[in-house]
């Protein structure tokens, strides 16, 4: 029988258009459900729309459709997007489906009926944004804490959940259960919040002002607050699933954004316990992406990151490989088009475009582009180096370390550029054939592997690659597809246009400022700190490749290298610890000033400097536009 795996996205609010934070967290899904399908599990992802509350009900008025209306055309447009991103969901579920407001009752009737929701009035003070209410105590300079928003007085008599009833039982889970909420230092912040006071929810909108929601099946003159409605689909959506699909609950993991952690791992877990189901085996809370000067991006500061802005100049591949490799699940991280251009051109364009481009022309030019099938030494260090690979990548994605996992199979990659630059086929296909072929088939092998490994982020570019070097393809990828074989011996590849082109930076996205006058300043002399020719000469800056990186002990800033610059290995201290960790350094080449004289930083020898650049807060090694081997000087 096979594992079942259930993940869900939040529900998005359809009072706005997708942005770049419901991207990620809706492709970080679709990635790890690819994942787990690869792994040949039973695999249900849900997602879909959050369709009722005060807010909606405002935006549809102001746009002069009726609240139903307004849901329909933005319910569409996220389908849209999720289709121009390749999102490959199971079910999408909408709060306003028959399917899900008959759970909604059934739910709220049996905690109704075992006296856990009461009558009372109530006054405080009214977020429209947030749709909750808030105390005096709560108020941020007479503004809601969550927010920053305006807030009114409202008195009123509402229906409330005794959300208190259950403080001590869900303090003591989480206290069972570290890893019930991920990353752990945001359980943290939720026993934090339990082992202050906590109110009864109130559950209800009174109709006088508030129609748009589903009724309260006791009483039809009040709507279900919307939080209390829409968390329940995770639970309706196993109750009447689409045809052919039968997911069960619980569910492995709620992805959701850190801003709402308190409805999903407070909230949630009560309302669920009080009706006797079952909790979410992990509610996992990513960061935020934060645009220029670390301001998270939000519509209200008009910096906000359309996902089909990027989509349609560079493509949706690139654009999900780009989002999965940035951001360290948990973590917040810095977006700009610059850096996603980087990353693009030195991974993909660089990295593997290159190689696959390599590696073809080499095979059209001395075998007809046919692959040879030669005898391939079983110690060959590219197939051992494979299956670890294939091993680690499936270690990290059952951890969530996305990120890494992604950098694992680029250092594969560029391991295998390693490989194929040291053997130089090119050459040794003029003396000894066999030997280049040997090189080619191993080392294209190699790509079969990663860019199946690679098929979960980007299933479109990886079809066109295995299509490009002619891989078997079989109805749908299997793990097994990982294990080395000589399924491409014989088969013909195609050389043809760039895979991953280098992308630049579109002119429309460049603030193009007339620089102030520079005042003249008198010529310096060499004792002002100008060096001259001869000079400059004498500075040896070289190639070199990282071996090993660890970071110093007792520093945040400092990484131990070991590097190849060519003629010997040497062992390098720098201080970027802050902008790279050690395991994407790993095969890197690099620039280093080789000739200067060796110092200890903070007790341990550095012999040599690297070369990097500084932009605001980013630091970013210089290196080479392509593969070089080790020791080459730079001229």
């Known amino acids: 029988m096979k594992k079942e795996f259930y993940l869900t996205t939040p529900l998005y609010y359809v009072n706005d258009e997708p942005h770049i934070g419901h991207a990620y967290t809706t492709i970080l899904a679709d990635v790890l459900t690819r994942y787990h399908r690869l792994f040949g599990e039973d695999v249900h992802f849900l997602t879909g729309t959050d369709e009722h509350g005060q807010k ?35 079910d999408f579920i909408r709060t306003t489906e028959d399917r899900h407001k008959k759970v909604v009752f059934d739910i709220i009737n049996n905690i109704y009926d075992k006296g856990d929701i009461y009558q009372k009035e109530y006054e405080g003070w009214y977020s429209v944004s947030e749709e909750r209410f808030f105390t005096e105590k709560d108020l941020i300079d007479g503004k809601d804490p969550i927010g920053n928003r305006p807030v009114e007085k409202i008195k009123e008599t509402n229906y409330f959940f005794k959300m208190s009833k259950y403080q001590d039982w869900l303090i003591e889970y989480y206290e069972k259960n570290h890893d019930a909420v ?37 009483d039809e003159d009040y709507v279900i607050y919307v939080w209390f409605d829409a968390l329940i689909n995770y639970y309706s959506a196993t109750i009447s699933p689409p045809e052919g699909t039968s997911p069960s609950w619980p569910c492995n993991y709620h992805l959701i954004g850190k801003d709402i952690l308190t409805t999903h791992a407070v909230y949630w877990p009560i309302m669920l316990h009080a009706a006797g189901f079952e909790l979410p085996k992990h509610i996992l809370a990513h960061g935020w992406w934060l645009a220029k000067d670390d301001v998270k991006m939000s519509k209200t500061t008009g910096n906000v990151i359309k996902p089909l802005d990027l989509v349609e100049p ?16 948990g973590q917040d991280a810095a977006f700009s088009e610059k850096n996603f251009i980087r990353r693009v051109n030195s991974d993909l364009a660089n990295d593997l475009g290159n190689l696959v481009n390599r590696l073809t022309k080499l095979l059209v030019q001395y075998f007809d582009g046919v692959v040879p099938d030669v ?78 490994l690679l098929s979960p982020v980007m299933p479109s570019k990886t079809l066109e690659l295995l299509r490009r070097i002619n891989a078997p393809l079989n109805d749908n990828i299997v793990w097994q597809d990982t294990a080395w074989s000589d399924v491409l011996s014989g088969r013909t590849v195609i050389h043809g246009d760039a895979i991953f082109p280098r992308v630049t ?91 200067l004289q060796p110092a200890k930083i903070r007790g341990v020898k550095s012999q040599g400097m690297l070369l990097a650049v500084q932009d605001d807060k980013n630091l970013r090694l210089l290196t080479p536009d392509d593969e070089v081997k080790p020791g080459r000087r730079i001229s």
């Not at 997007?81 to 490959?88: G, T």
């Not at 909108?205 to 006791?218: A, M, Y």
């Not at 072929?437 to 592997?449: S, W």
């Open 56 to 90: 909606v009900a405002d935006a549809s008025r102001e746009l002069g459709r009726s609240p139903q209306e307004h849901c329909d055309f933005t319910s569409k447009r996220y389908k849209e997007v999720w289709e121009k991103l390749d999102i490959s969901y199971d």
């Open 505 to 595: 930076l579109p002119k429309t996205s460049e603030k193009i400022e007339k620089p102030a006058p520079e005042k003249k300043k008198p010529a310096k002399t060499p004792e002002d700190g100008i060096i001259t020719y001869d000079q400059f000469k004498q500075v040896d800056l070289r190639t070199a490749t990282i071996l090993e990186a660890e970071a110093v002990p007792d520093t945040d800033k400092l990484l131990r290298l070991q590097v190849d610059i060519g003629s010997e290995k040497r062992q390098i201290v720098a201080g970027i610890a802050q902008h790279y960790s050690p395991e994407e350094l790993i095969g890197r080449t690099i620039i280093v000033v080789a000739n």
């Open 375 to 452: 005898p391939v030494d079983d110690e060959n260090e590219i197939i051992s180096l494979a299956g670890r690979t294939a091993v680690e990548v499936r270690k990290k994605i059952e951890s969530l370390q996305m990120h890494s996992t992604i950098e694992e199979i680029m250092q594969f990659v560029r391991a295998i550029n390693r490989y194929v630059t040291v053997a130089e086929p090119w050459k040794t296909a003029k003396t000894d054939l066999d030997t280049a072929g040997e090189t080619l088939a191993v080392a294209l092998e190699g790509i079969r592997i990663a860019t199946v």
């Open 314 to 329: 560079y493509g949706a591949d690139t654009f999900r490989y780009v989002l999965m490799r940035e951001m360290v699940i």
């Open 182 to 218: 991920l990353p752990e230092f945001r359980l943290n912040e939720v026993l934090g919040f339990l082992r202050q006071p906590l109110g009864d929810l109130c559950i209800s909108r009174p109709k006088s002002r508030l129609k748009w929601g589903i009724p309260i099946p006791w």
